[in-house]
Every structure is written in C-alpha cells, then in structure tokens.
C-alpha cells in the first residue's frame, strides 16, 4: 500500500504563489507517475499537472501552463508542484496521485484523472 501525502497549501491573495508537495514515505519503486489534480468546489476533479519518476516528463493542463511547474527529488520520494500567479480560479482541493501502469503516458495520466492511490487532499483558497 503506498501512502501519499500532500502539504503546502493554505491561503494566498492573488498573484502570490504556494509550493504543493506529494510524499510517498519509504516507497523506492522505479517507475510510476505522480499527478496533482484539482477540485472547485462543485465540480469534477480534473489533471493540473503530472510527472514520470524515471524519466521526468511531464504533463500540464493548458490552465496552468507557464504558471505551475511540476518537480521530482527521487531522494525524498517527493513531487512539487510549484504554483505562481495563482488566480481565484484556481481555488479548491489539490490531491496527488500515483499509477503504476507502464501502458499511459503523463498526459494520459492527467487527461484521463487515472490513479492508484490517492491523497487525502490539500485546500489552496485564493482570494483577496
């Protein structure tokens, strides 16, 4: 079982910026992805941004393209996701997830919401 756990949100005015982490304790697997996925509130859960551990591609939803950057430190078993310029919009729960299936690709992971294990999700609320 792999235990994900996010940290770092909270709240930011607009414009500001906030740094998400994804950790996954003691888990030294290969190759999986880790994708970051947003919830507003009311609406369906959709891929912010993913990466690949081995290789370190990476994914973004057109939303959040030149704003977030997705990282990985494969030493800490972490994924960042780093968010600048953050609009009101991007106000909801951000949870990380991994998938183990070598067959998707990051864009898969992130257009399709796939995950094998969740996070328990984390609040960014951007307002002024």
């Known amino acids: 079982q792999l235990r994900l756990v996010e940290s770092g949100g909270g709240l930011v005015q607009p414009g500001e910026s906030l740094r998400l982490s994804c950790a996954a304790p003691g888990f030294t697997a290969p190759h999986y992805f880790i994708g970051w996925f947003f919830q507003a509130p009311g609406k369906d859960r959709e891929g912010v941004s993913c990466?690949?551990?081995?290789?370190?591609?990476?994914y973004y939803a057109g939303s959040v393209k030149g704003r977030f950057t997705i990282s990985r430190d494969n030493a800490k078993n972490t994924v960042y996701l780093q968010m600048s310029d953050l609009k009101p919009e991007d106000t909801g729960v951000y949870y990380c997830?991994?998938?183990?299936?070598?067959?998707?690709?990051?864009?898969?992971?992130?257009?399709?919401?796939?995950?094998?294990?969740w996070g328990q999700g984390i609040q960014v609320t951007v307002s002024s």
């Open positions: 997830a991994a998938d183990f299936d070598r067959a998707i690709t990051v864009e898969t992971m992130c257009t399709t919401s796939t995950g094998d294990f």
């Open positions: 990466i690949s551990k081995s290789d370190g591609s990476t």
